[in-house]
């Protein structure tokens, strides 16, 4: 049993300290995942820090020291004021026009935060004045809503939660001054303020959560295809499995390892890829539940299979190389991967069904809730399994362990 | 017995390796000396016959048998990203009872070298890594194949002495080497093999003894024809050219040097380098057939 952990160890370990696996293995699938976020998401549009953030106050304007909905607004009109002539300010406002229906202008620019045009809608409550006054005396009905101030944004689109974080900054700012105002600054009075998630409650969706299953299964289909051949042909190649042949050692025991070091990898993978689509991107996909799990050993699984059929095709490693190369583009992007591939012409469509990749990605998205699923879930399944079997199957009869003479 | 296709690399050979020796494989490439240690490691399996080992027949070396053996390569390399220490943990773990990985790094003399990537070690540091290896499991029979082949001299002398000290513990070791004088220097037993067959075997001393009395005299004379060296074969048992070196076979070693330099005067020639030496391992293989073992 040592053995075969040390020989998963010494997988996981050349993983780590060779740069060009490394790079192949975790920075290119962040890269990717990064690219396309900030491509299809919407952010990055200028590179700035500049934040389109539409207000509206939805009460009447009273004027006076006591129209904390006016104070409110002055202090975004500021944030949108260049600090200096040329300077960007922090802040691009979006108002309703005076004669405008101000229902409607929230309707229109939730849409825009929806499309990653705006980062966030701010709503001051129509009775906001008279329920913070209340509040501040202590003579409310003790309804918190009441008095809220509504922050409307995208959780997929880091660029909306990064001005959301900056708007709440900002109304924290506030709630001293009015409380400076009325003397009664008090550290444990905020002025409460609700975020509601504009992504998930329209029922669309953010295209990190489609996008982040895939740049995983991506992850563990170049770990395989490239990883698994390139590593078992140079090992074989260079006569270092030949030094294992000579030990105690054999081929099942050193498979087992191999496939242990193999699926470490790919739990690593999917550590660095999931924390990035998360906390970078916010992607809300919830994989610590059964059936995505047992989707992410499948593919795991699938390409490891995939990857001892390679090697078991080429003599050499850089034969080995040259036919994950010939497979690896038409899999990876006729599999689903990154973008939906229903409406793709007839040829295409072969290859996508063929392709364990399009019932890989199917099933996973299926089973996180991001997609209904083009397919069964047998067929999700069990055409993953049916190429493991094929794959096993040709590379036991083909794969040689030593060096022909 | 093994066939590749219609090539017969070993013919029906048959030796014993005893405990305490070095049992030396010698021959030309091809003679089917990688081919023989192979069966014995286990790598392969005869078409015919059987080892008896540790006092068991088996058709192929099976894990048993390996667990009692130590194996050194000709082409011993390791993963280039593992360093030293991970490279003898990996293969003390195959082994049911291995020595400590601390006591295999002060055999081989690689303690401060511990913690450096394979890739980052010199020839001779990585020949000795591979010794150690091979001698994790503190194994009773060593195969040692081609062990110093491309090291300096200073490396192949540190190989010789841990060599001597596995003979000095009792451990039987089988050598290949293309070296006639590391050959003569550590073996208690030589094997030649040609063509898949043995042609000779015993102690060094017994099979130069086989050439009888002879003196070898080599030295170098220049651009000389055959027809020239006819005058000098006369006067001793054998004159050959090989390039510019001339090898001269003698039992009588006087009368040839007075027949030797009265050729060379005779000729106007330079004797250069000029060798006289008793016949060496390499003499026994030429005299049985006519080629030097390196050719």
Redesign the interface.
Known sequence: M??I???AR?HL??AF??RVTLFWFLLFPMFLLVVLTLIFSGLGNGGSTNFSVAIVNMGPSTGGATDFAALVESVFDRAATPSEPGKEPLFSLVKPAPDEDKDAFIEREQKAVRLGNLAAVVVIPPDFNQQLMQSIAGTGAGDASVNKIVVYQDEANAGSQMATSIIKQIISGIDREILARTGKFDEQKDIPTDTIWIGNASGELPYVDFLLPGIILMGFFVTGLFGVPGAILF?RD???L?????????TPRYLAGFALGHVGLCVVQFFFLYILGRFAFGASVNFAQPAPILFLLLGSVTFLAFGFFIASLAKTPNAGMAIANILNMPMMFLGGLFFPVGGLPLVLRIIVFINPLTYLSDGLRMSLGVEAGTFSLPMTVGVPLAWILVCVLVASRRLKW?VE? | MKHYGEVCAVDGISFFIRRASVFTILGPNGAGKTTTLEILEGIREPDAGEIEVFGTRVRRVDRTVKERMGVLLQEANFEPYLKVKEVLHLFASFFKHPLSVDSILDKIALAEKANAHVKTLSGGQKQRLALGAALVNDPDLVFLDEPTTGLDPQARRNIWSIIADLKAQEKAIVLTTHYMEEAEALSDYVCIMDHGKIIAEGSPQELSARLGQETIIEFTAGALSSEALVPLAEGCKSARMDGELVTVETEDLISTMEHLLAWAKGHGLELKNMVVRQPNLEDVFLSLTGRRIRE
Do not use: F, H, M, S
């Open positions: 040592k053995g952990l040390l020989i010494v370990i050349t300290r060779e090992a260079r006569q270092i030949r030094r294992y042949w000579v030990t105690p050692l054999t030593d003479r």
